[in-house]
């Protein structure tokens, strides 16, 4: 039904892509291999999205990069078809806010995580508090890391798990791995490393102690 109302099954599988991963952007083969489209019909699908203005393009390292436009007048309401996120009509008057990401102690994994495999696994690992990518997953370099994980956690099994997401990606992917505790105190004295992560443009899987 959703393929025949937006017209195009490579066009749903592309805005579920975008509105699942709102912080991250694609080149357009990896996007081929993701959804599993030939790439002429990737190419005609991304040209239509980007008249539209429900993505926008970049280059960086002589590679065209996709990501959604959150600044889209429809983001909302389109991320609430695409990405199982629920949006909330307060009751005094028409502001649409979103809801579903923020990490609740009902609701300790987001829908990303949920779908992720790299994540689903690392949830397997140990007691993890916090997970996130950054770096080259949202192409913002400021914490110099792209992945980051907080937690009790079995070091090799998450040093097994990046490398097979590596071979996924098909790059080089550099990852930190903190007990809660040094985190907490990393925050509280300042790190820069720490603050940098703060600012820095991240997709948070989960968040349970509220650390960032």
Do not use: C, W
């Not at 695409?82 to 987001?110: D, I, M």
């Not at 080259?136 to 997401?165: K, P």
């Amino acid at each position: 039904m959703i393929e025949q109302l937006f017209g195009s099954k490579t066009r749903v599988k592309l805005l579920q892509l975008f509105y699942q991963n709102p912080n991250r952007s694609f080149y357009v083969r990896e996007i081929t291999r993701k959804i599993d489209e030939q790439i002429n019909s990737v190419r005609r699908e991304l040209a239509n999205l980007l008249s539209i203005g429900i993505i926008t393009s970049d280059t960086n390292n002589n590679r065209l990069y996709y990501e959604v436009n959150q600044s889209f007048n429809h983001y909302i309401a389109l991320s609430s078809i695409f990405s199982g996120k629920k949006v909330k009509l307060p009751k005094k008057n028409n502001e649409v806010k979103e809801t579903v990401g923020e990490v609740t102690e009902q609701e300790p994994v987001t829908e990303q995580a949920i779908k992720d495999p790299f994540i689903q696994e690392l949830m397997k690992v140990g007691n993890v508090r916090l997970a996130l990518y950054t770096g080259q997953f949202t192409r913002d370099e400021m914490a110099g890391v792209d992945i980051v994980v907080v937690g009790d956690v079995n070091q090799a099994a998450v040093e097994h798990l990046v490398a097979e997401l590596e071979l996924a990606e098909k790059k080089q992917l550099r990852y930190s791995v903190f007990d809660k505790a040094e985190f907490i105190y990393r925050k509280q004295v300042n790190d820069r490393f720490v603050s940098n992560l703060v600012l820095a443009k991240k997709i948070i899987f989960t968040d349970k102690d509220k650390l960032l």
